[in-house]
């Protein structure tokens, strides 16, 4: 029985568009689903878990990449505090749309709204496509666990909440667990965030309990839609997918004029291009055609696009025949704050059908994620690949992963790193020139008489300030005025006693302390500036291992610095391999050094030879280890019965060396790229 | 389970070639080699035969060849099935001249004496056995230029089965002493009596098999150098002229590997390992028996072991029995491939499944001249005496003429990193470090022929 939704065009006053939002783990995602059950949008036969993650990927890992916007229809009396659940009558289902009520009339269960909401992404790497969705919205549930309190992200998601104005309405999950204490938690709310600790919902997602009142509350504390500000449509995008048949599905917010129709020729304000809509509709959660949407709904548009690239999320829709002129206050693109490099895991050494493959499998994942960035690179040590930029870890995870797992390649990849900017003295072109291996070119970010982006001060004569992604793409060490890297303000929240490790580790890591603030009589949040480079790898394992897995964090980029940096190149067998190469402190460098080529002699497997493997920077080497020869590699029993067995083994040994790449006549594993990340602290 | 499944391949490969209609699932028999081997017009005699016999007292915790302890007396059933295909075998070969035996198990020694007259009589009928006659007939010339060897377990050598055996023309018996360390013997699962070993070949001695053979493991968990030499000395005082020293190795599927997995036992490491593998060899060399493959070593040439010898010189043999694995030419010579297959590993599947007397089988390599290539490389660079390089490169330039160059150019290599060596003979042998890692000398060169 699937809710197609009433055909009554429904005003403005009576349709709600909000998000959850939350920590993560904190049962956003089932919550979700309760609300779908509740107003009875799916069977209860129906409601798999967490419902609205639709990729493989995210039911696996537990996560939820991307966002989606869903329709459900309610009946609420104004004023009321608590609503019954839908599920005492059956869901519209007839052609007209009616609610047939089981138990008393449809009216008589209030007046019917529609609510559009947004299910979003809570894990850091993806905060861009949270504050997307909120741009959508006029209220957030804001999603906090009974058991767990308010962590780093319900602080982050909560501010971009704040900012945009949203209404807020706090729910304390999971109150069906013994230990939950959803009372202190919700003073954890009012300290932190200043909401009032009575205006919290006590909710258990699992059990249903609490469902009726966050109902209510959806209807009767968050506003509805704004007024139309021009007759003109405006619609924002606030998100798009890619699907095999349909093409680029379009989510969109309508803000102002009339209703868009199917049929209508659409234009994008931001890029100039016009579409023809093809297909109107709203999941709910299975799509549903509609045939127009107005102002303050939500929907999707078809529109024959065949490629992501080809819409900008955050532009504006308006019609081709009536343009407005305006386009609505859009979002920042996302921002990749770490790169690396993708090779194909193979022994060729020409560029040759693996790497062709790769191409297209990045080409094909691409039209589903615009929000990571590839560019060809050639590598003496790696061949042919692809220097690429994410969101943040967790992205660069997911999207080896979904490559792997959906273009059948296989991998290589080098450790990430993040962008710096170099402030150099001369010719910047000439610097782009010369340093420039493939791949994401370094750009100009300010030339001399400029500002240094984010701050008042000014570039000096002669110089240019220059952005790179991949160290090895340094310019010449004598032109480089200064080296700056990303610096983040770090917020952590964790029980009071892990608070003295944890500033060693964030000193320890090159963090200047800011603050420190009270959030319960147990837990505090500490506040750093810490380089964007020392947190990417194992900053968050290392914080989650010494809280005892209490402790949690969310950073947001501050801008560029600049520091005593230098770039150290690693040697293996004497031959430098770029792939290697990192930008250190000049300070941490000999120990960082002795490290990384300690981690790559138990990396590297023996070989017939002995391999030595040295850090250096410039050409003084300041560390070395060296790999023995191996000693003993032979089958001890081989007669006629193990020929066959035996030769495949041999044969095998080749493929086993897929993951694998050749640096002169040095094997190296796809693990050895990533021991540039460890800290060794 | 794996071998099943190849099983079931090569069975829709096979399908309409089977003899029997009744038969449920076609099946692949060794007659799809033999067959077209003993049909063609230049083959050459083969003068070796294999053959397994599967049973074991208990299952040893290192071993992953295919034995079982017998729990239904099917000795019998075995050895009449054993019969017909030895029948058959003999039949479809021309009723060969054979020069080497190698019996193997499983136990052999195992088998009922009486059982045992039955397969060498059945031997006698279906080969031309003269050459072992010979040597029974002269006892005192131990090297008659044929070899029938019988694997042992040391507490199941007796008079009689020696005396049996003796009669039926073995001349040489392999005793799995394996260590004499009470210790590491527990380890093994092998429960003998160490002292059981000298009795087992003053046994055999006196019975006039005048070859024994004692097989030794090495880098048990735990072994030290001093334990290794102990054991190496025990054998040395026996008077034996051939002993192999094996590595232990880890085979997956065994119950020493799981208990290894489990933390239980820890290997000893290549480093350990390569330092008792270098000491047997100066010590076994020094008490005058030379190393001649990696892990065999004899007191004189003629005390190398014949029929292992073909293994690794890549001649021809036959195989009978569940599990036993054959190699047979085409065309006449090395250079037109080679078939190789193997039974069917079930003692059941063995003893039900029959066509003309020939067994089911299991694996099948059908003749490829560049894979034989490849397996002359990891087998004969095994030996001492290496690889005749002139023929080989003549082969190669026959078969895959393209890769001379790339093999060539790593010959050189190899040699450049003293790996290897073209010796005065026009031979390519491993030197000393080189034979330590002879796996990975020989995967570098196969892989120029891939």
Known sequence: ?681 | MVQHSRLEILGQHAAGETNSADEPAARAYASRVVGPWSSGSDRETVRSLYFHVPFCFHKCHYCDFYSFVDTQDRQQPFVDRLERELAALGRLAGHPTLRTVFVGGGTPSLLKVDLWERLLAALRTHFDMSEFAASAADGADRYAGAEFTVECNPETVSEPLMASLRAGGVNRVSIGAQSFNPRHLKTLERWHDPDSVPRAVELARSAGIARQSIDLIHALPGQTEDEWAEDLDRVLSLGVTHVSCYTLTYEPGTALTARMRRGEIEPAGEDLEACLYEAAVSRLQSAGLSRYEISNFAASESDRSMHNLAYWRQEQWLAAGPSASGHLWRGGSMRGGSWRWKNVPRLGDYLSLDDNGLAPIAELETPDPARLLRERLMMGLRLEEGIDARDFLADTVAIAPDRVERLSEEITSLRDRGLLRSDVRGRWTLSERGLLVADDVAATLMRTLA
């Open chain 1, 1 to 681: 029985m699937s809710a197609n939704p009433p055909n009554t065009s429904l005003d403005r006053a009576h349709i709600r568009n909000f998000s959850i939002i939350a920590h993560i783990d904190h049962g956003k995602s089932t919550l979700a689903d309760r609300l779908l059950q509740a107003t009875n949008a799916v069977s209860a036969r129906e409601a798999k878990e967490q419902i609205l993650d639709s990729m493989d990927l995210e039911r696996e890992r537990g996560i939820t990449i991307k966002a989606s916007a869903v329709t459900v229809y309610h009946r609420h009396k104004p004023g009321s505090k608590s609503d019954d659940l839908e599920t005492d009558y059956e869901a519209p289902a007839d052609e007209t749309g009616e609610h047939r009520a089981v138990k008393g009339t449809a009216d008589e269960h209030g007046e019917l709204f529609m609510l559009n909401f947004i299910d979003t992404p809570g894990h850091v790497d993806f905060n861009y496509e949270v504050s997307r969705a909120l741009k959508a919205c006029e209220g957030a549930i804001l999603v906090v666990d009974a058991t767990q309190g308010v962590q780093a992200q319900t602080v982050v998601n909560a501010y971009l909440a704040i900012n945009e104005d949203l209404a807020i309405v706090p729910v304390i999950n999971k109150i069906d667990l013994p230990s939950a204490r959803p009372d202190d938690m919700a003073m954890e709310v009012e300290q932190v965030l200043g909401i009032r600790a009575e205006e919290c919902i006590y909710v258990s997602a699992k059990t249903g309990q609490g469902i009726k009142e966050l109902l209510a509350a959806i209807c009767e504390k968050f506003p509805p839609p704004r007024e139309p500000v021009t007759p003109k449509l405006r619609a924002l995008i606030f998100d798009a997918v890619y699907d095999d048949y349909r093409g680029v599905i379009t989510y969109v917010r309508v803000m102002d004029g009339g209703q868009l129709k199917v049929g209508d020729k659409i234009r994008m304000l931001g890029t100039g291009r016009t579409f023809q809509v093809t297909d109107l509709g709203k999941y709910t959660p299975k799509p549903v055609r509609v045939p127009t949407l107005g102002p303050g709904e939500t929907g999707y548009i078809v529109a024959a696009i065949r490629s992501l690239k080809d819409v900008r999320i955050g532009d504006t829709v308006t019609l081709e025949l009536d343009p407005a002129t305006e386009p609505l206050p859009g979002y920042k693109p996302p921002m990749q704050m770490v790169f690396c490099d993708f090779y194909p895991a193979t022994t060729s050494e020409t560029k040759g059908s693996d790497f062709e493959q790769l191409r297209d499998a990045m080409e094909k994942l691409s039209l589903n994620d615009s929000s990571f960035t590839f560019q060809p690179v050639h590598s003496d040590a790696l061949g042919f690949g692809f220097r690429c930029g994410f969101l943040g870890l967790l992205h660069m995870d997911i999207i080896q992963e979904r490559l792997e797992r959906e273009g059948n390649v296989e991998i290589v990849q080098t450790a990430p790193t993040v962008s710096y900017q170099v402030l150099i003295r001369g010719d910047a072109n000439q610097a782009v020139k010369t340093s420039n291996k493939g791949g994401i070119p370094p750009t100009v970010v300010a030339g001399a008489g400029q500002k240094f982006p984010g701050t008042e001060q000014i570039i000096p004569e002669n110089r240019t300030l220059l952005e790179v992604h991949n160290p090895a793409d340094l310019p010449d060490p004598s032109s480089i005025e200064d080296i700056r890297e990303p610096i983040c303000k770090v917020d952590i929240i964790l029980p009071k006693e892990y608070i003295g490790d944890v500033m060693k580790l964030c000193m320890d890591r090159r963090g200047i302390y800011k603050s420190q603030s009270f959030i319960s009589s147990d837990r505090e949040m500490l506040t750093f500036e810490i380089p964007l480079a020392e947190i990417i790898y194992d900053f968050f394992d290392k914080l989650k291992g010494m809280t005892s897995g209490y402790g949690t964090m969310d950073y947001e980029l501050l801008g560029y610095r600049p520091d005593n940096l230098v770039k150290m190149d690693i040697l293996v067998n004497g031959d430098p391999v770029e792939a290697l190469s990192i930008i250190v402190h000049r300070e941490r460098a000999e120990h960082r050094g002795r490290h990384l080529v300690s981690k790559l002699r138990e990396q590297i497997p023996r070989h017939q030879f002995e391999i030595p493997v040295q850090a250096a920077i410039g050409s003084k080497i300041i560390a070395r280890e060296t790999i023995k020869s191996f000693r003993k590699n032979v089958t001890a029993k081989c007669y006629g019965g193990d020929v066959s067995r035996k030769r495949k083994l041999l044969e095998k040994q080749k493929e086993g060396k897929k993951r694998m790449k050749s640096i002169g006549s040095v094997e190296i594993p796809q693990e050895a790229f990533m021991a540039v990340l460890d800290q060794g602290d």
